[in-house]
């Protein structure tokens, strides 16, 4: 009787939760009449304590979905004309530039055609306008940070729903300011964007929750936990690789642990925000919150100083380690902690008895994904002797069937590169350099305008420039390894130590060569999945920076720490022995003499020692009084 009365008590909320969601009742009485269909058969049938059971889960778990997921309202936000794929007819801007209307604005053009992207100009913030956008998120903040995880998580579910529903759209809008490619877009954008949402709301809330920490002897009469409390507003300077993903994936975690956010978006792609961010404003709305909780500034160099010197309670910066370097001296004037990433030259060490075919693969992927435009794309990819003429036979034949044109293209391999006709310029003079320095040139290494060919590298060795500098291009860079110790010490050699990869069926020997690689990551029989396995934490070593984001470590970093103590048993609270207590008596250091050895001997006759002292301490402080 009572699985029939919780059954149908599910079923009227379903009802309830139905009616207001479909805005009439009709659909909600038929899905209670199945349900209540379901459980006369249950009933007839005489299974009714193991099928209810089950039917009262799936239940649960159906009114879940149902009606906290996919059938939520969806976000009604305005799509921008660029978004359609098919779009054309902007006006076309001759030679553009990012400053080509002065100092105070940035130009925005699609990074192929030259065509405006939407008034063709964003404002650079100021000063002031950067310290009002902090003072604006700090004021909204006050109540979110009061909001629950279920209120957080249903922000959350909003942006997901939009993101799988918009896909094309969001990328195309990518596409247009950044100029990658349609399948970067949706595997850099928004794969990684929903997997980071999906993680989140199935363990952001276990993360953030207090934790109770053990105590030693000498504190046996207290309970010790661990709190996460909510910084306030952090700000964040993100890169334009993933326009996108850098942007939602700082609001997922600073929103999660409770702060608000200003974000300075870099020049190269200060369109497309616009859209991105009404997306995270018409979420918070959706939740009853305030939308001014997440703030975007624009602007150059001079914009991202002024977030550093805001009042931000924690600043982010993804970038180059020379601007990394900046934001730190910034930072440093106000004590606001940073968390710096600050790119890499990941190497994939092949060994000899790896799957072949697979690494071919993987090793284009993390090569040319995103023309190469990744912190942690294939940079190096260090081959085996053994295996070497073979990887250069079958690479030569790869990149030189690899296309490039319109990203927008479904059949295009690599796009242009985002800071134009500049970047590949410098990239086609590491080739050129490397070339006269002994390096084989077999595809690519040309520059067209605002592209720049894939290319494939052969004969590198690690006193070349391009072994050495992040090139952030479609560079493949192949080197080779005469075993094991000398792959390992290639890959060592290198300023940068973000991400690595080492591809061998022999588990242990990959094993034992990871072990010895000085990065913050590392794939074995992978590349890049670190970042798909959003509890992991992401960042590196050496001049690839410091402190982490993503994963259990990057949620928690957007938190205060916060150490607390309380009384375990009612009564007994501390009190300070009478040998400490001010004035002194002179047994003071006898007493904490006593006391140490008494906890922390490992001498039993001293343990012993010290009870007996210790009560002839007691003794005489009675006497005393």
Aim: net charge negative.
């Amino acid at each position: 009787s009572s699985y029939s009365e919780l059954f149908r008590s599910a079923s009227k909320d379903v009802v309830e939760k139905a009616t207001r969601w479909w805005g009439n009742a009709a659909g909600a009485k038929q899905t209670y009449e199945l349900f209540d269909t379901m459980f006369s058969f249950f009933q007839k049938h005489k299974v009714a304590m193991v099928a209810v059971s089950v039917s009262v889960y799936v239940l649960w778990k159906a009114r879940e979905i149902l009606f906290y997921g996919p059938m939520r309202k969806s976000l009604s936000v305005d799509l921008p004309p660029e978004a359609d794929i098919n779009y054309s007819g902007g006006e076309v801007l001759d030679n553009p530039s990012l400053k080509m209307f002065g100092d105070d604005k940035i130009a925005t053009y699609d990074k192929i055609t030259n065509e405006k992207l939407g008034s063709g100009s964003v404002a650079v913030f100021s000063d002031e306008d950067v310290k009002n956008a902090v003072n604006t998120s700090r004021a909204a903040q006050q109540a979110w940070a009061n909001t629950s995880f279920e209120t957080r998580r249903e922000f959350l579910r909003y942006i997901q729903d939009y993101v799988t529903e918009h896909q094309k759209e969001i990328c195309v809008v990518a596409s247009r300011e950044t100029g990658k490619t349609m399948v970067d877009g949706g595997f850099g954008e928004v794969l990684t964007t929903c997997e980071k949402i999906a993680w989140m709301l199935e363990h952001g809330e276990k993360v953030l929750e207090p934790e109770e920490r053990p105590t030693g002897m000498i504190m046996m009469h207290k309970v010790a936990r661990v709190e996460y409390v909510p910084l306030g507003v952090m700000g964040c300077i993100i890169p334009w690789n993933y326009p996108f993903h850098n942007m939602f994936g700082q609001v997922i975690s600073t929103l999660f642990a409770g702060n608000g956010l200003v974000i300075k978006v870099s020049e190269y792609s200060s369109w497309s925000c616009i859209y991105f961010l009404d997306i995270v404003r018409k979420a918070l709305e959706m939740v009853g919150q305030n939308p001014d909780l997440v703030q975007v500034v624009t602007g150059y160099g001079a914009t991202g100083a002024s977030l550093c010197n805001s009042g931000v309670d924690k600043i982010v910066f993804i970038g180059s380690p020379a601007v990394g370097k900046l934001v730190m001296r910034q930072a440093a004037d106000t004590f606001t902690p940073v968390v710096l990433e600050l790119g890499g030259k990941d190497a994939s060490i092949v060994c000899d008895d790896c799957d072949f075919s697979k690494v071919v693969n993987l090793a284009l992927r993390g090569t040319f994904q995103n023309c190469g435009q990744n912190c942690i794309g294939l940079e190096r990819l260090i081959v085996h002797a053994g295996i070497y003429d073979k990887m250069v036979a079958v690479l030569d034949e790869k990149v030189n069937a690899l296309s490039q044109g319109n990203p927008l293209r479904e059949d295009v391999d690599c796009g242009a590169m985002t800071m134009g006709a500049a970047a590949a310029k410098k990239l086609e003079g590491l080739v050129q350099n490397a070339v006269g320095s002994g390096a084989r040139l077999l595809a690519g290494g040309k520059q067209n305008g605002c592209f720049f060919q894939p290319t494939l590298l052969v004969d590198v060795t690690s006193d070349m420039e391009i072994a050495q500098e992040e090139t952030f291009g479609p560079i493949m860079t192949v080197m080779k390894a005469e075993n094991d110790d000398h792959a390992i010490e290639i890959t060592n050699n290198c300023q940068y130590g973000l991400g690595s990869s080492v591809f061998s069926l022999d588990y242990a020997r990959a094993e034992r060569i990871t072990k010895r690689l000085v990065t913050g990551m590392c794939n074995i029989n992978d590349y890049g999945v670190n970042y798909l396995c959003q509890s992991l934490p992401f960042g590196g070593v050496k001049i690839s920076g410091f402190d982490r984001f993503a994963g259990v470590e990057g949620l928690r970093g957007c938190c205060l720490t916060r150490s607390i103590t309380t009384d375990k048993f009612y009564g007994v609270r501390t009190d300070i022995p009478p040998p400490l207590q001010y004035p002194l008596s002179g047994s003071g250091f006898a007493f904490c003499e006593s006391l140490v050895n008494l906890f922390y001997s490992r001498s039993i006759g001293q343990r012993v020692g010290a009870m007996v002292a210790l009560a002839k301490i007691g003794a005489a402080e009675d006497k005393t009084k």
